[in-house]
């Protein structure tokens, strides 16, 4: 079993910036893909990154160039920094962890946080 906590989520205006961290417990993080996702209201929870065990990364053609994930295994953490916000990233921001890859990307993680709010105001 893995645990996740995010938590770095909050207020913020457009052109701003956040850092959300996602702090995990349980068993090591260090062969688990990890990523992001997020779900606006009256939306469908869509993928915003991952980082594989290997640290490669993926990213939602939505926030490529703005966002950036990132893990520390020592730490079990994710990290995901948020740069240049708008207005239509506002939504409730989720951890999640898989040792599949693909399951990860296409949404059907075994593991999922409870999730932090982000809002960007305009």
């Known amino acids: 079993q893995v645990q996740l906590v995010e938590s770095g989520g909050g207020l913020v205006q457009a052109g701003g910036s956040l850092r959300l961290s996602c702090v995990t417990s349980g068993r090591t993080i260090r062969w688990y893909a990890m990523g992001w996702f997020r779900q606006a209201p009256g939306k469908e929870r869509e993928v915003v990154a991952g980082i594989s065990w290997s640290s490669a990364t993926y990213y939602a053609d939505s926030v490529a160039g703005r966002f950036t994930i990132s893990r520390d295994n020592a730490k079990n953490t994710v990290y995901l920094q948020m740069s240049s916000l708008k207005p239509d990233d506002t939504a409730a921001y989720y951890c999640?962890?898989?040792?599949?890859?693909?399951?990860?990307?296409?949404?059907?993680?075994?593991?999922w946080g409870q999730g932090t709010q982000v809002t960007v105001s305009s």
């Open positions: 999640a962890a898989d040792r599949d890859w693909n399951d990860l990307i296409q949404n059907k993680s075994d593991y």
